[in-house]
């Protein structure tokens, strides 16, 4: 089926293990962006093996880095943040399968697990404070897992460098969003608690061919020089 004529497609993700969703309770928090968020990252290698699958190899672990001008509030400089510890190649290749990536070439995929609080009277739900952007990336997938005790999120897409949205929605637990970022800007609205605390665990993951990855000495130079 792939992306429609926009660039962007609501898929099922696979069943969520419990492993999986307990792996959200042990996030850290994350002091680069906000007093409201906790994270753990990972890279990898994806490729298509000889049985037409598509298979990982998990890369060395180095701090985030991205450009400030895809990210104005922690771009160009090293984030460090905790390992990913569970294991998400399902929901990932889910996504590369739906888009679908090309099989003739090796990717490689950043991921990055969240977990989002709001707090009523004291932490503010912003899930976005960079406000609507793109990612740098060919592909991206955003992956929902919880909603807990929330309303919002409300997801926009809008053409590159901003204007009118061309899609408003609420991506429902156990939906993703595939999105061709280099072809749209996206924003989420804020999160707010039913209660006095909410939350909502996403699963982003992002794409590039290998020989443009995000990874290694040579790129955070780049990036890093543009901070």
């Keep these: 089926m792939g992306l429609n004529e926009r660039g962007y497609r ?68 090293r984030r460090h943040y905790d390992p990913i510890t569970a294991d998400f190649t399902p929901h990932i290749r889910a996504g590369a399968e739906a888009v679908p990536l090309e099989t003739g070439r090796a990717w490689q995929v950043n991921v990055h697990q969240f977990r989002i609080i709001a707090q009523r009277r004291v932490t503010s739900g912003v899930i976005v404070p960079e406000g609507p952007h793109s990612d740098g990336r060919d592909y991206v997938l955003i992956g929902v897992f919880s909603r807990h005790q929330i309303t919002g999120a409300e997801m926009t897409l809008m053409p590159h460098g901003g204007g009118e949205p061309f899609y408003r929605g609420t991506v429902k637990e156990g939906q993703g969003a595939l999105l061709a970022d280099r072809e749209m800007f996206h924003h989420v609205t804020d999160i707010e608690p039913t209660g006095d605390y909410g939350h909502r665990d996403t699963l982003i993951a992002t794409w590039v061919p290998w020989e443009d990855k995000w990874h290694g000495d040579d790129f955070e130079a780049r990036a890093l020089a543009e901070g």
């Design 10 to 77: 609501i898929i099922d993700l696979p069943a969520v293990t419990p492993e999986v969703r307990e792996s959200f309770n042990d996030l850290k928090f994350d002091e680069y962006m906000g007093d409201n968020r906790y994270r753990r990252f990972a890279q990898f290698r994806m490729y298509r093996s000889a049985e037409n699958r598509w298979e990982f190899d998990r890369l060395e672990h180095r701090p985030y880095v991205t450009f400030s001008k895809y990210n104005p509030v922690a771009g160009g400089i």
